[in-house]
């Protein structure tokens, strides 16, 4: 399985749980030093993996190499997701709004699209997007945040 954002917060949680369910664990993220100190506390069931997930070309080498050390993905998690500084719309920077929807929504995108190939040589399985309740409800001055999170969700 392959998780993304999984050098800290939910998803290095997401990666010890899984580990201790005996899965083998490709963390994927852009914090190489925690990530790494992450896979090696996880021992030889873990890979970390250098991975900015609004980058395509990061993808496809991080399924190839995923795939050499545990054969095909049967679970992606698209959990990385970044917030952008509190603002109104009038207020607001468009290079957050840029920043925020490529790694929130463009991420996951990228991600099924490199690794759907995989999880069919698996034999199916399953992805995961991390999504956020603000994505129905909405939240005020997170405007990138939330059409992020609300258009993974279906
Ligand atoms: N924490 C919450 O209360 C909460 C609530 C709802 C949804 N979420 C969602 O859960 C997910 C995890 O949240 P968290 O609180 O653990 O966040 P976090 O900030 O603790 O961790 C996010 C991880 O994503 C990584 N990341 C950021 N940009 C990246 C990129 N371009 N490529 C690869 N990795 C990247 C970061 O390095 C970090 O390790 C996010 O998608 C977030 O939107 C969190």
Redo the contacts with the bound molecule.
Sequence with gaps: MLI????????ASHARGFASEGAKVVL????EESGRALADDLGEQALFIT????VASDWDAAVKQAESRFGPISILVN????LAPSASIADSDPADWDHVIA??LK?PYLGVRAAAPSLKRAGGGAIIN?????GHVGTPMIAPYVSS?WGCED
Excluded: C, E
């Design positions: 993304t954002g999984a050098a800290g917060g939910q998803g994927a993220d852009v914090r991975l900015d997930v609004s959990n990385a997701g970044v790694v929130n991420g991390i999504a956020s309740t603000s999170k």
